[in-house]
Structure formats: C-alpha cells, structure tokens
C-alpha cells in the first residue's frame, strides 16, 4: 500500500480498525493492517505514536513501514509495541528513487534488520 503523501496516524488512522480516516488522504478509506505501508514521512503530533502502539495491541498494525525519511516520533510506536507486547513493526528507510517505485498492490518483501525491501514484478 502505497502513496506519495505524508499520513498522520493521529486524527489520520481510526486505532480501532487500521483505516484511514483523513478524508483529504489519497488511501482515504483503506485499511492498513497486516499491509506494508509506504509513505514518504509521518506528519502531525507525538501522539501518533500512541496510535501505532494500539493497532500493534489490537492486531491491526501494518506489516511494515517504509519512509524516505522516518521520524524519531513515528518509531516510537513500533519500538515500544516490541518492548511491551513483544511485537513487530519494521521500518525500513529507502531512499527517493526506490521509493518512487512503491505501488500499491505490488508484492514486496522487507528486510529491516538489513535495510532493504524486495519488489516482485
């Protein structure tokens, strides 16, 4: 799942359901759970990290995150999801021009722990 726009997880995905909500969002509608999630950066407030920690506890949570630029707010989320219910979220930093090939729907592997993702064709 993929877009060239910035998404707020405060205000921006419902914590209950993994949705998107911001009706002025190109994925607007879509649900983001157990999915990779491209998106260029995170944008909005610190407690969007809060809303990344309840999707990890109630199993909605992406698959993986993929950012050309990650922000110390948004892997805090995923960071303390491991800690306290020992559950992952990668996030993998790639630069413009790879991202620039993420498209939604394509099948992709990501490899956190070395920093690169696999599109199949």
């Known amino acids: 799942m993929a877009s060239a726009h ?5 205000g ?16 607007f509608g879509q649900n983001v759970s157990g999915k990779i999630l491209a998106f260029p950066f995170g944008k909005g407030s610190s407690t969007g990290s809060l809303i990344m920690l309840e999707l990890a506890r109630i199993n909605k949570a992406p698959a993986a995150i993929v950012n050309v630029r990650t922000e110390p707010i948004l892997a805090t989320g995923p960071i303390v ?37 696999i599109l199949e064709d």
Do not use: C
């Open 81 to 117: 999801s491991k800690h306290f219910y020992g559950k992952q979220i990668p996030i993998v930093t790639i630069d413009e021009a790879s991202f620039d090939l993420m498209e939604t729907g394509k099948l992709a592997l990501v490899n956190a722990t070395e920093g690169y993702i």
């Open 6 to 10: 910035p998404i707020s997880f405060w």
């Open 12 to 27: 921006g995905v419902d914590p209950g359901t993994g949705r998107i909500i911001d009706p002025h969002h190109d994925l």
